[in-house]
């Protein structure tokens, strides 16, 4: 496989006229050329997976592997979660970070998706208040427009009956009003619009706070952990080879059954044919908000081709996205290209020219892969987001496609299916009624920085984040590195045009004490984080 520094490598410098930052982005990538080594403190802090047999195996620390880690725990399973890199390092670190119906899955008639997941942001809404919160969307109608004033009318009307008056109540809105709530849109051809709620959510604290969840009920977890290959005993799956990823050291865990949620890696897996996800991209960029104006969400239908999509207010900046292309790329190297970020400004331009939007507006860009369950048809915004849960001939569960909206109640039908090939009398738990813990993040934080007042420094100005942000990181939510800091239990890597490297080295001093860390070990941890961010927020030409 050719990796992306590799293949920047063999494109040459970046053409660096019409894309100013990708000369910072290029620089990135040299800086972190340099390969990251093994210490004895990466060594000594190897989680150790205790050896015992567990009745469930679950791979992949995405959202939904963590559901599954916690629903099972939670019906008294001995789980094991195993994540190769860090919790929400793969798709669901990568979402548009809404907790949603799909108002869009309307147009495709995918009824029984929407109202579960009206149904499963309600729950999340109660379970997570302080990983979910309300969100305004505002859809503006052009003269035109393939979605029209009648059409948005019926599918809102649709959309709410679905949420059976659980929902907060739409309301549509004259031309004057809906530039009442949002000034910066385009006049031309405004008609009116309308007003609906759905939710937001931090996708990757999310996934971490069902990881935590999961093991308050008992579960065992290992990140920076890889499932290297599957242990069979005549024909049937009774645990897998784990490594861990900086020792290196290999380790034999046995369960009575394996749960495989790698998502877009059940390709890379390979342990069946039978599931195989078909891989669709999603790219989001990120521009400041004050350039774009919007004060709340806005869906848009791209001028370019019909797609319907967003523009997400996140704290300073404006998040629009995303694309929606099938792909064959490597979850580990995928990242935006210079045409999908050309199609998402373009497309929000359309919506507000004042902004003149150009790539020197981009402070970032990233790309997730959805693994679809249904990969048939040709254009990949029709394919449908429901799940598929299926056992292969050794007793592995496979399941593929689904949302983050979704997570709980999949999670839920796959232990079902987890407990019935074990022979056990399926009984639900009440995962829609436990809270899940982060509730006192903020408080604990203020706490780190009264009892020791250099935590309360900023890491980065005009950020919100501090010292002990990252201290909190290491102690309650399992950070093991700063790409776990940096792009995840922070988003300082989003929101910064350098994605936090300059102050990479800073980060690991104040780290550094909590995990072990020698001088070589923080080097080797920075010069790491230089490498991922290179990958992962790289805009190349092809
Ligand atoms: C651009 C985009 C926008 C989206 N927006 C939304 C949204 O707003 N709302 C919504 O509800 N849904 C959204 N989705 C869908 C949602 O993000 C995904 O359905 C969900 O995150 C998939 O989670 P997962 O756990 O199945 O996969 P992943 O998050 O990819 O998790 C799989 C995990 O398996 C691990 N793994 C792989 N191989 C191994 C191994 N050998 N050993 C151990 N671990 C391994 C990986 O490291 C990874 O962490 C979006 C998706 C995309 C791409």
């Not at 009206?118 to 979605?147: C, D, N, S």
Request: net charge positive; aromatic share 6%.
């Amino acid at each position: 496989m050719v990796s992306f520094v590799d293949r920047a490598r063999m494109m040459g410098p970046p053409k660096t006229t019409r894309y100013p930052n990708l000369a910072v982005k290029f620089l990135i990538i040299l800086l972190a050329r340099a390969t990251s080594a093994h210490t004895s403190a990466d060594i000594e802090r190897m989680p150790t997976i205790p050896n015992e047999q567990f009745d469930v195996l679950v791979i992949g620390g995405g959202i939904t592997g963590c559901g599954v880690a916690r629903d099972a725990a939670m019906r008294g399973l001995k789980v094991l979660l195993v994540e190769r890199d860090d919790f929400a390092s793969g798709t669901s670190g990568r979402s548009s970070r809404l907790v949603h119906g799909g108002i869009r899955y309307l147009e495709h008639g995918q009824l029984h998706l929407v109202r579960e997941s009206i149904r499963e942001r309600e729950t999340l809404l109660r379970i997570a208040p302080h990983l979910v919160q309300p969100l305004a969307f505002t859809w503006p109608i052009y003269k035109g427009a393939r979605v029209g004033r009648w059409k948005l009318a019926a599918g809102l009307f649709l959309y709410e009956l679905l949420a059976l008056g659980k929902s907060r109540r739409h309301s549509t809105l004259s031309r004057e009003k809906t530039l009442e709530r949002e000034p910066s849109l385009s006049t031309t051809g405004l008609i009116g619009g309308a007003l609906y709620y759905d939710a937001r959510t931090d996708d990757a604290l999310l996934t971490i706070a069902t990881a935590l969840a999961a093991e308050q009920s008992g579960a065992v977890l290992a990140s920076h952990t890889r499932v290297t290959g599957i242990i069979r005993d005549a024909g049937k799956a009774v645990g897998a080879m784990v490594t861990a990823q900086y020792s290196g050291d290999t380790q034999e865990v046995r369960a009575r059954l394996v749960v495989d949620a790698t998502g877009v890696w059940q390709n890379e897996l390979g342990v069946s044919d039978r599931a195989r996800p078909r891989g669709s991209k999603g790219v989001h960029i990120a521009v400041p908000r004050e350039r774009v104006g919007n004060r709340d969400a806005i869906t848009m239908i791209s001028a370019v081709d019909g797609r319907v999509m967003f523009c997400l207010p996140a704290h300073r900046q404006t998040i629009i996205g995303t694309t929606d292309t099938w792909t064959d790329e490597s979850p580990e190297t995928v990242h935006a290209l210079a045409s999908d970020v050309d199609y998402l400004l373009r497309s929000a331009n359309e919506y507000f020219p004042r902004a003149r939007l150009t790539f020197d507006d981009v402070v970032s860009a990233w790309a997730g892969i959805r693994p679809l369950a249904s990969g048939t048809s040709a254009n990949p915004s029709a394919a449908s987001r429901e799940h598929s849960i299926v056992a292969d001939e050794s007793g592995i569960i496979h399941v593929t496609g689904g949302k983050l909206t979704t997570y709980r109640s999949m999670a839920a039908e796959i232990v079902d299916r987890a407990q019935e090939m074990l022979g056990q009398k399926v009984r639900r738990a009440p995962t829609d009624a436990v809270e899940l813990p982060g509730a006192d993040r903020g408080d604990e934080i203020a706490r780190l920085q009264s009892e020791d007042p250099r935590l309360a420094e900023r890491l980065a100005p005009e950020m919100p984040y501090t010292a002990a942000d990252l201290v909190y990181g290491v102690k309650r939510e399992k950070a093991q590195t700063l790409s776990d800091l940096l792009i995840r239990r922070t988003h300082l890597a989003f929101e910064t045009r350098d994605h936090g490297l300059s102050i990479g080295a800073r980060a690991a001093d104040i780290v550094a004490p909590l995990l072990g860390w020698d001088d070589q070990t923080k080097s080797a941890r920075v010069r790491e984080y230089g490498k991922d961010i290179g990958r992962m927020f790289a805009i190349t030409a092809a």
